[in-house]
């Protein structure tokens, strides 16, 4: 019933919106042995992962929930940024804002690349933000970001030091790497957790914050 | 016959049609995806007539839609990107610049450029695929530059 830690078991959701991106993230995912699920759209994906309206980042339980219809478990999902309807950054966050869905870790993909718009990404809980078009380069970089989260609880560290790092299989430590991009994520992922946001938030075209300590308010 | 199917492919890229992108498609490719590349690139002609029509009616609207032309020029743009397709990006690139200044007259102008390179691209495309079926199949039909 558990995984192992087998290259062929781990499924990955790609959205994208263009056909012909959507034939290559699939072939460059299977070529590295992953089982990939393709969506046109952020709204579908939603779909597929088995999210609900009611799911907020209330409970701790990180095990599926009788609501959640999630079959098929989704290791990663990777998603374009500029899709029409909702954004990759729109679905992340609804993502990030799930019960059951926030420790499905999610890559972006943009053609543009605007820091701002990478940052803005990151800080919502992204693992990683590739520059289109993609390659086999990157699609290496997903496998650490997937283990990750096979281990991860939702009491993740609030407090940015490091622990040492554990290989063992243990479920309620946290597993960490030595990755440099994580010691930011830890920060923002903590923020994240104690924060209570609306949905109906909409599309802010600009997220203004303060930093990234402490609860983060947000103003209706 | 290799050879010059060799040569072929090498020009396209020696006169910057293509880009290490088309290089990456190839990598792709293999026993069990013997042809993927053709595949994508045949998606990428389905998808740009479709994008090119809604680019052209969009050219007709008066005032211009300036927004909604950079729109259908991103998504253009990405998936020439996509497969490599350099002189068309190139152009489409300009386009968007062209729609950021709100410059009809310029969007016009680059707009057939953007069709006149994909309709070379296109044309040199279909050449290389037949002559590489002509040239008969090998364990791989595409080598690394």
Known sequence: MGMAAADSEFHVLAVDDSLIDRKLVERLLKTSSFQVTTVDSGSKALEFLGWHEDDRSNSNETSVSPKNHQEVEVNLVITDYCMPGMTGYDLLKKMKESSSLRNIPVVIMSSENVPSRITRCLEEGAEDFFLKPMKLSDVNKLMPHMMKTKYKEDNIIEKPEKQEKQESNKEETTQESDDVQLSLQEQLNGNNNNKRKSIDDGLPPVRTRPRYNGLTVMSN | ?145
Do not use: W
């Open chain 2, 1 to 145: 016959m290799q050879r010059q199917l060799a040569n072929m492919k090498q020009s396209l890229f020696d006169q910057g049609y293509l880009d290490e992108q088309f290089i990456q498609l190839e990598e792709l490719q293999d026993d069990t995806n013997p042809n993927f590349v053709e595949e994508v690139v045949t998606l990428y002609y389905r998808d740009s007539v479709r994008l090119i029509q809604n680019i052209e009616h969009a050219l007709d609207k008066n005032p211009l839609d300036f927004a909604k032309l950079d729109s259908h020029m991103h998504q253009f743009k990405g998936s020439s990107s996509s497969i490599g397709a350099r002189k068309v990006k190139i152009e489409c690139t300009q386009f968007r610049e062209y729609c950021r200044a709100g410059n009809g007259e310029g969007c016009k102008r680059t707009f057939q450029q953007v069709k006149k390179e994909y309709a070379t691209l296109k044309k040199k495309l279909e050449a290389y695929f037949q002559f590489a079926r002509q040239a008969g199949p090998v364990e791989k039909a595409c080598r690394p530059k």
